[in-house]
């Protein structure tokens, strides 16, 4: 398979660093949060199969509700058809979403749940009177997928520039990174520059304004960049003020990640958006969703008639399969109290990070629930990262595998997302594997 592999298979994001040269890793099972190879190697799955494993793999139920709805139907479509387990998962989700969100909307993965709450957000504007409202505001590193109306609200450099003649053009904030943070050299007098500008930016321009989306407290694919406590709040205060319509993308942060369900919860947030994807399904398959608000679906009735229909649908929509094992996953997570176990993981990760971030090329820890991203530097004090050429952060990466530890880099940021069904000791001996890969690797 790695020949087959090398020979035909164009991975995603891999040539950027010259992962293609390097073997790759054949996953041919896996077990709780262990992946294995062909060769029979396990590996822990520090990333979580990219940030959508939550209850380990081979998860009894998840595996089981799988197979039943097998016996009944694998898809049908949603287009003037409904099914059982859409129906009931669109129920449990309005249920447990922040207030408000009684609408769902299925789509198949982060890209297009954030493609459709841009589009819905855009028409809204056109079926309410006020056309003028076209624009999004969303963060200078932001990122919201890889389709072009996702790329154009998204701010990676690296990732997004080249696209540029192709996309349309948001309003740019920057972006609310206290370790980074260029409006306040200090941290203690933050206060809150970042809402500042947003202010100023919303007053300015509301009127021409359909929307601002977030990835609510952490940017992840950023750099797990993390905003000061009460932006979020902050950002819901004022898109109010000025009727600008907010998204909370939550395909990263949603489903525990961030120590409750949805990150909108730290902040008692209820967004007129959400997308959900990635843990949806307990990291089993694609699926997502966008939740809104019964404002924004009543604006889109009235139907073909009145030329109002939502022009968008993607042919496994509310796929029966997927929506059984979200189902599932969300039956573990009130069986099993995973929200409240979180709370001791969090902590011994917080404690372990502590000695990281004392190591010599370690700038910032950043840790938000079990997302944690752990910035390289060459010169901590003076916070000088590495040079590009020198890939620090793969390095260290290259090294946790030898250890077991499967993890990948955001530029010179390690990225840690353990699934949540890591316990205490794994979540040590993983974060054990990241200090000593950093000490060799660097040191
Ligand atoms: N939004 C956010 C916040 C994400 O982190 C991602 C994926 N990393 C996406 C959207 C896109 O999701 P997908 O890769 O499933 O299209």
């Known amino acids: 398979a790695e020949k087959k592999d090398k020979e035909y298979v164009w991975h ?3 040539q950027m660093q010259d992962w293609s040269t390097r073997p790759q890793k054949v996953i041919a099972a896996a077990r709780g949060v262990k992946l294995i190879d062909t060769d029979g190697n396990q590996f822990y799955d520090g990333v979580s199969s990219l940030w959508v494993n939550i209850h380990g793999h081979r998860k009894a139920q998840i595996d089981k509700a799988i ?34 969100l009684n609408k769902v909307f299925y789509s198949d993965d982060g890209s297009t749940a954030v493609e459709v709450a841009l589009k819905m957000a855009f028409q809204y504007w056109q079926h309410k009177g006020k056309p003028a409202k076209q624009k999004f505001i969303t963060l200078e590193q932001a990122y919201h997928g890889d389709t072009v109306g996702t790329v154009s609200v998204g701010g990676i450099d690296l990732f997004h520039r080249v696209f540029k003649p192709l996309l349309f053009t948001p309003v740019h904030i920057p972006s609310p990174s206290c370790y980074h943070c260029q409006l306040s050299s200090d941290r203690t007098t933050c206060g809150m520059q970042c809402a500042s500008v947003l202010e100023q930016v919303l007053s300015e321009h509301h009127a021409e304004l359909a929307g601002l989306i977030i990835e609510p407290l952490v940017q992840a694919a950023a750099g797990m960049l993390m905003s000061p406590p009460g932006y979020l709040a902050k950002v819901r205060e004022l898109t109010q003020k000025y009727n600008v319509l907010l998204i909370a993308d939550e395909v990263a942060t949603g489903f525990g990640r961030t120590g409750k369900m949805f990150a909108c919860e730290q902040e008692a947030v209820a967004p007129d958006m959400m997308t959900l994807s990635k843990g949806i399904t307990g990291g089993y398959m694609p699926l997502a969703a966008t939740l809104t608000t019964d404002e924004i679906y009543n604006a889109f009735l009235g139907g073909y008639a009145e030329k109002k229909t939502f022009y968008h649908g993607h042919s496994y929509t509310g796929n029966p399969l997927a929506c059984a094992a979200a189902l599932a996953n969300l039956r573990i997570f009130r069986d099993e109290k995973v929200i409240e176990g979180l709370g001791p993981k969090i902590e011994a990760a917080a404690d372990k990070l502590q000695t990281i971030a004392r190591l010599d090329y370690v700038g910032d820890v950043r840790q938000c629930g079990l997302i944690i991203g752990i910035e390289l530097m060459q010169d901590k004090a003076r916070k000088i990262p590495f040079p ?9 990466c290259l090294t946790a595998r030898q250890y077991g ?23 040590i001996e993983m974060l054990a594997i990241i200090e000593r890969s950093v000490r060799e690797s660097l040191e």
């Open 12 to 14: 995603p994001f891999t």
């Open 67 to 100: 197979i039943d709805q097998l016996g009944k139907v694998a898809h049908s479509t949603m287009l003037g058809l409904a099914n059982i387990p859409a129906a009931e998962l669109a129920e449990q989700l309005v249920g447990i979403a922040p207030p408000g």
């Open 388 to 396: 590009w050429e020198q890939a620090a952060g793969s390095r260290v």
């Open 405 to 427: 530890l499967i993890i990948r880099p955001i530029g010179d940021v390690i990225i840690f997302m353990p699934p949540l069904a890591s316990t205490v000791d794994e979540i």
